[in-house]
C-alpha cells in the first residue's frame, strides 16, 4: 500500500465488523463475499469502502447512506484483457481439441481457423474494453464497439440487433447492473451469424444460461466463457461437455500481479481521503 498517513493504523481481519469497530477506511479482500447490511451498519465510522473488484454489483444496494463505495478499475485491465485475447486465439486455433488430443497421445493433425481478417464487436468500452481493442489491432481484424449509449466511434446498445449479424466475435465486457442483466439472451444469440464466437469476460448472470446452452447445443456457434451463471458451474452441466465451448473458472483478473496492483490503489485511495482529496473510482449508481 505504500507509506500511510500518520495516525493511520492498518488493521487485518475476517470480520471488520466484530474486530474493528472504528474502521472509517475498509478495504475487503479481492474475490470475498460482501459483508451483510446490518454487518456494514455495525461499522459506525465507517466512511469509504474501497473494493479490490472491477465489478460493484456485489455491493450496490447494501452500502449504508452516507459510505462512499469506490471500485478497482483499472486493476485488472491487463489481466482481463490478456485473457480474452488468450481466448479468442486458443479457440480460433482449435486449441482445446488438441489439448484433449495430447492427453489421449494422438497426433491429430487438422487445419484450424485463423483471427487474421475477423470482424470483432466488443460490447462494453470501458477501461478493459478499450484495452482489448488495443491488443486486438496487430492481429488484422476490423474492431468495433458497443457503449451504453452511442458517441463518436462507438456505437449505442440500441445497435446491437443490426450490427451482431455483421461480426465474427462478440466480446461481453460490460458491469453487471439491472440494465445489463439478462441482456445477452435468445434473441441476442440467435441474432449472431453463423460460426461465430461469443466470449464472456463480464459476469455470468449478464447471459442468460439457459438461452446461451440452447444455441450452443445446435454448434450454430461458439463461446469462450470465464464466467458462468450460476458460479461455480454445477458438474454435469452441458456447458461442461460442449465441444463448442472454451471454458475457465473467472481466472480473468487472478494473475501474480493483481495484489500488488489492488493495494497499490487502496493505498493511493487511503492517502486521497486521509488528505481530505476526491477520490478515484466512486460508484455511482451501480458501477
Excluded at 183 to 207: Q, S
Aim: some cysteine.
Amino acid at each position: 500500500m505504500g507509506e500511510l498517513p500518520d495516525g493511520v493504523d492498518v488493521v487485518v481481519s475476517q470480520h471488520p465488523d466484530k474486530d474493528a469497530e472504528a474502521v472509517e477506511f475498509l478495504v475487503p479482500p479481492f474475490l470475498g463475499s460482501a459483508l451483510s447490511p446490518e454487518a456494514l451498519a455495525s461499522l459506525d465510522r465507517l466512511r469509504v469502502i474501497q473494493l479490490l473488484t472491477a465489478g460493484a454489483d456485489a455491493w450496490v444496494g447494501r452500502v449504508p447512506e452516507g459510505v462512499i463505495l469506490c471500485d478497482g478499475r483499472g486493476i485488472h485491465t491487463t489481466a482481463t484483457s490478456e485473457w480474452v485475447l488468450a481466448a479468442i486465439l486458443s479457440y480460433v486455433r482449435d486449441f482445446p481439441s488438441f489439448v484433449r488430443a495430447q492427453a489421449r497421445e494422438e497426433w491429430t493433425y487438422h487445419v484450424t481457423d485463423e483471427l487474421a481478417g475477423k470482424r470483432v464487436l466488443i460490447v462494453g468500452a470501458g477501461a478493459i474494453g478499450e484495452a482489448i481493442a488495443r491488443r486486438l489491432e496487430p492481429f488484422e481484424v476490423t474492431v468495433e464497439r458497443v457503449a451504453r449509449t452511442a458517441r463518436e466511434g462507438v456505437y449505442g446498445v440500441a445497435d446491437l440487433p443490426r450490427l451482431l449479424p455483421q461480426f465474427d466475435i462478440v466480446v461481453l465486457i460490460v458491469p453487471l447492473t439491472s440494465e445489463t442483466r439478462g441482456m445477452v439472451d435468445a434473441e441476442f444469440l440467435a441474432a449472431m451469424r453463423d460460426g461465430a464466437l461469443f466470449v464472456n469476460a463480464a459476469r455470468g448472470p449478464v447471459v442468460v444460461t439457459e438461452a446461451l446452452t440452447a444455441e450452443l447445443a445446435t454448434g450454430r456457434i461458439g463461446a469462450a466463457l470465464d464466467v458462468t451463471d450460476p458460479e461455480p458451474l454445477p458438474a454435469g452441466h452441458p456447458l461442461w461437455s460442449m465441444p463448442n465451448v472454451l471454458l475457465t473458472p473467472h481466472v480473468g483478473g487472478s494473475v501474480r500481479g493483481t495484489l500488488r496492483r489492488a493495494y497499490a490503489l487502496a493505498g493511493e485511495q487511503l492517502r486521497r481521503y486521509a488528505a481530505g482529496e476526491p477520490l478515484e473510482n466512486v460508484v455511482v449508481d451501480e458501477y
